[in-house]
């Protein structure tokens, strides 16, 4: 489809879909698009294309897809005001870090900004740390890196350096991300940035919120706090970082709301991007060292034998994993196996403490994130199998080298690579009550 615009109009694309601006000066979040670059919007996101000058247009619909030109520039003037604030500045390296509730504009604004200053030859880098919609690393990681041209898209650019959280969600997991960014920015500084662009997730509502935010500015001492607000949805964060340089910057109308189904899918796409070349490496669980969730018991096995042997006795079985916490006992057992829920109390009596049962072939599709020795991020990974008695987990990722640390997540993904329920500590005694009815 040929489409053409004037000057000073913006044509609005919602993904999928490709365009290529043929003719004209057109630009995109203050990046100047080729006339032989085709760029591909994705389905969820909505690019603005601004013709500096008349422009004409080659583009091709997916599924859903929409244009819509509108007068004017769809980039608020307080963005551009933004930039200039930056460029004020004499302090190098400079941090500056974006707040905003979900769908404000964040990933655009800090795109607008990073773009403007590489025009003027800045070294700039984004650290990412929106676990839910991430720009760079893969979905649940805080992740940055460097950027050397204009983007339309930071989701095309590959994570320098990640730290994997394994939730989508920061709320249950706030200090693992405040320390992760807090190193990845330590990393950064290293690499001689002359700005430092800290993007972060749209949990803004409620005292948990607040305080995590306030927490996580805190940490990594930004020189400006951009916060982009429609109404006084960021009062309160106004308020609490009185010591800091604080900028409202307008919400921009054109911004377009997701619902969560279309988040999910924006999010399966990182996953698919990270996941590509992926084959399956069977790892021996003696080499590694192993994180994260402890339901599997892993990296813990039962050193006192006494203890254990009662503990079969009780159970009327022996697992094919047992591991003793510090405040529980992780039982794995047969997919086809069964426990009585009162020898389950008996070792509960006996040992004073909970106990978790989980059934092999549960830990499928549980999503990992592999490090080398030097905790250097090697990228994510499915766990495809726990084989308790080789010793050895299969993993399918594209690391193939130098895995020392698997970290595994509280996402499960299927075949395709969608998100699907994992079990929770909570679904435990729906187990229980469900193993009962054997
Ligand atoms: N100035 C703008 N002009 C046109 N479209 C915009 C503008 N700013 C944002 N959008 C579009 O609105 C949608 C939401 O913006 P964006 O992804 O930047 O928000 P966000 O705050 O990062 O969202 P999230 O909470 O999902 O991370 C995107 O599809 C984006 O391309
Ligand atoms: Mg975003």
């Known amino acids: 489809m040929k489409r053409t615009i004037e000057k000073g109009k913006t044509l609005l694309v919602d993904g999928p879909a490709s365009v290529t601006a043929t003719s004209g000066k057109v630009t995109v979040f203050g990046s100047i698009v080729g006339s032989t670059n085709k760029i591909v919007i994705r389905e969820g996101k909505r ?86 919609q991430s720009d760079i690393g893969p979905p649940c990681t805080v992740a940055y890196t460097f950027i050397v041209r204009p983007v339309t898209d930071l989701f095309n650019l590959k994570a320098e350096n990640a730290f994997f959280a394994g ?77 800091y340089r604080r900028i409202v910057v307008d919400f921009p109308t054109a911004a377009r709301q997701r619902s969560s189904e279309k988040r999910k899918n924006i999010r399966e796409l990182g996953y698919v991007k990270y996941l590509r070349d992926a084959k399956i490496q069977s790892l021996p669980l003696d080499w590694l060292k192993i994180e994260g969730n402890e339901v599997l018991g892993l990296g813990k096995t039962h050193q006192n034998i006494k203890r254990a042997r009662k503990i079969y006795e009780l ?41 978790t049962v989980f059934r092999k072939g549960e830990e499928k599709g549980l999503l990992t994130a592999l490090y080398d020795g030097h905790k250097k991020f090697l990228g994510i990974g499915v766990l495809q199998e726990i084989d308790y008695v080789r010793k050895v987990m299969k993993i399918f990722t594209p690391a193939s080298r130098e895995i ?35």
Request: negative net charge.
């Open 315 to 355: 159970l009327g079985m022996r697992p094919l994993h047992l591991a003793e916490l510090r405040d529980k006992i992780c039982i794995v057992i047969g997919a086809r196996h069964w426990i009585d829920w009162e020898c389950i109390k008996k070792v509960e009596e006996y040992t004073k403490k909970k106990i």
């Open 167 to 243: 939730v989508t969600s920061p709320s249950k997991v706030t200090t693992k991300v405040v320390e992760g960014l807090a190193t990845l920015k330590k990393e950064i500084l290293g690499n001689n940035p002359d700005v430092v662009v800290i993007n972060t997730d749209g949990w803004v509502e409620g005292e948990d919120a607040v305080k995590y935010k306030v927490r996580l500015v805190e940490e990594l001492k930004p020189e400006l706090v951009f916060c982009i607000q429609r109404k006084e949805e960021l009062a309160l964060f106004l308020n609490n970082l009185e010591r």
């Open 404 to 438: 020392s640390t698997v970290t595994i997540g509280e996402v499960k993904l299927d075949k395709n690579m969608k998100e699907i329920p994992t079990f929770a500590e909570d679904n435990r005694s729906e187990f229980m009550k469900f193993s009962k009815l054997f």
């Open 47 to 132: 690019l603005p294309f601004f013709a500096e000058q008349s422009a004409a247009f080659d583009i091709s619909l997916g599924e859903n897809a929409n244009i819509e030109e509108v007068e004017d520039d769809t980039i608020p003037i307080s963005w551009s005001k933004a930039t200039e604030e930056i460029r004020g500045f004499q302090t190098t390296p400079l941090t500056a870090i974006v707040l905003g509730t979900v769908d404000s504009g964040k990933t655009s604004f800090c795109t607008y900004l990073i773009n403007k200053l590489l025009n003027k030859k800045s070294r700039v880098a984004i650290l990412d740390g929106d676990l839910g």
